[in-house]
């Protein structure tokens, strides 16, 4: 993920405030606010910053355009490691707990409406 170095530094404050959220082990975090204000930015740059605690990692732009599930589903598979491909979207829920009993994943929803 390229990101301009000025528009990380221009938002260092929230991510030292996500990064100590980290720490103390939070399970899910929502960034919320108006559109524009940098919230994908953060997003990104917080999970470039701790990926590599990870043993599979996953960026999701939420499309609502997009209305390919299956296509979607494989995707986020593949940034996860997982190297079968579901035979169809009833395999995925499967596919995904699986993956995430068996390894520790980090997954970034971007765009959810």
């Known amino acids: ?5 000025e528009e990380v530094l221009d938002r260092k404050q929230s991510l030292l ?5 980290y720490v103390s082990k939070v399970k899910a975090l929502y960034l919320v606010g108006m559109d524009r204000i940098g919230k994908n930015i ?7 910053n701790i ?3 990870y043993d599979a990692s996953c960026f999701v732009e939420c499309d609502e355009s997009s209305n390919d599930s299956y296509k979607s589903s494989c995707h986020i598979l593949e940034q996860l ?6 035979r169809n979207l009833k395999d995925v829920p499967k596919m995904l707990k699986l993956v995430m009993i068996k390894k520790r994943v980090i997954i970034v929803f971007d765009n959810v409406i």
Do not use: G, Y
């Not at 993920?1 to 170095?5: A, C, G, L, N, Q």
């Not at 953060?42 to 470039?48: E, G, Q, R, S």
């Open 42 to 48: 953060i997003a990104k740059t917080t999970l470039n």
């Open 1 to 5: 993920v390229d990101i301009i170095e």
């Open 17 to 21: 405030k996500i990064s100590s959220l």
């Open 81 to 86: 490691k997982v190297e079968s491909k579901p």
């Open 51 to 53: 990926k590599h605690m």
